[in-house]
């Protein structure tokens, strides 16, 4: 795993556990990345995807970091990166014939948003 450096004025929010797969958040992660905060939210209004809301919930809490911490401007934020990294997989189990049992893999994610300045 890579860690995680972050430049002069660069601000992050991370979301842990949530229950969706990585490959699914990555798509709209790769669409929202290098964006300004205003398309990002019009982007992840507007799409059709279930992992938008928590993905707009982390964007929020980068923004708020950055505005509270740092006294940035929402005008001047941007999205440097974007990523979802897998979580732990629950695994269930779900009744078959004759007294078998298959295995379900339930994945989780965890998002991270770093934004910073325009500038």
């Known amino acids: 795993m890579v860690k995680n450096i972050l430049r002069q004025n660069e601000i992050q929010a991370v979301s842990k556990y ?4 990585p ?17 990002a ?40 990166k974007a990523f979802a990294d897998k979580g732990p997989v629950l695994k269930r189990f779900r009744p078959r014939a004759q007294g078998r049992a298959f295995r379900i893999l339930k994945p989780t994610s965890h998002i991270t948003i770093v934004v910073s300045n325009s500038l």
Do not use: W
């Open 18 to 21: 949530i229950r969706m797969a």
């Open 41 to 80: 939210l019009m982007l992840l209004k507007f799409l059709p995807h279930a992992s938008c809301e928590p993905i707009t919930k982390v964007l929020r809490s980068a923004v708020a970091n950055a505005k509270h911490n740092n006294d940035m401007e929402e005008s001047d934020i941007i999205i440097t």
């Open 23 to 39: 490959s699914k958040i990555r798509r709209i992660l790769q669409q929202i990345e290098g964006k300004s905060y205003e398309e």
